[in-house]
C-alpha cells in the first residue's frame, strides 16, 4: 500500500512537471506564432458563438482579447490544481498545502513572464502575472470545494454501510 503511495505521488508531481512544460513551450512561441494559435482558437470561439446567439454581433478583436487571458486564467487555475493535488498525494495538509500551492503557481507565472521577455514578438506583463495568481486562487477554491463536498459524501456512505 505505501509503494502505490509513492507511486501516485510521483505521478502527480509528474503532471505537474509536464502542465509546466507546456506552458513553458506555449510561452516559448514567437509573437506571430503564438498571434496565429489564437487566431485559431479566436475564429473557431467566434463560429460557436455565432451559432449560439446569431445575432450577436463581437469584434474579432474583443474574442481574441477575451481568448488570450482566459487561456491564461486556466492554464494557472489546472496547474494549482496539480500542484496541490501533488502536494496533498506528497503528505501536506490543509492551508499549508494550499499555500504550497499557490507559492509554485504563483512563482511560475512570474518566470513564465520573464521568460517572455526573451521570446521575439512576446513581453512579461504584471497584469498577466495578477490573472494567472486569480487562476491558481480559483483552481486551490475548486479544488477545496470539490475535496471536501467528496470527504463528506464519503462519511455519509461508511455511516450507511455501518448501519
Do not use: C
Amino acid at each position: 500500500m505505501q509503494f502505490q503511495k509513492k507511486v501516485v505521488a510521483v505521478l502527480s508531481w509528474g503532471l505537474v512537471v509536464t502542465w509546466m512544460a507546456l506552458i513553458f513551450f506555449l510561452s516559448a512561441q514567437h509573437g506571430e506564432q503564438s498571434a496565429g494559435l489564437s487566431e485559431g482558437i479566436t475564429e473557431w470561439v467566434n463560429e460557436v458563438v455565432e451559432q449560439v446567439v446569431p445575432a450577436a454581433e463581437f469584434q474579432i478583436d474583443e474574442i481574441s482579447f477575451f481568448v488570450r487571458k482566459n487561456a491564461h486564467f486556466f492554464a494557472y487555475l489546472l496547474l494549482a490544481i496539480l500542484t496541490l493535488n501533488a502536494v496533498r498525494r506528497s503528505g501536506g495538509r490543509g492551508w499549508i498545502s494550499m499555500g504550497v500551492a499557490f507559492i509554485v503557481s504563483v512563482l511560475y507565472a512570474i518566470s513564465d513572464e520573464v521568460h517572455q521577455l526573451f521570446v521575439p514578438g512576446r513581453s512579461g506583463q504584471v497584469s498577466d502575472v495578477l490573472l494567472d495568481s486569480t487562476g491558481a486562487l480559483a483552481g486551490i477554491a475548486l479544488y477545496a470545494i470539490i475535496s471536501r463536498w467528496l470527504g463528506r459524501k464519503r462519511k455519509t456512505n461508511n455511516k450507511k454501510r455501518a448501519n
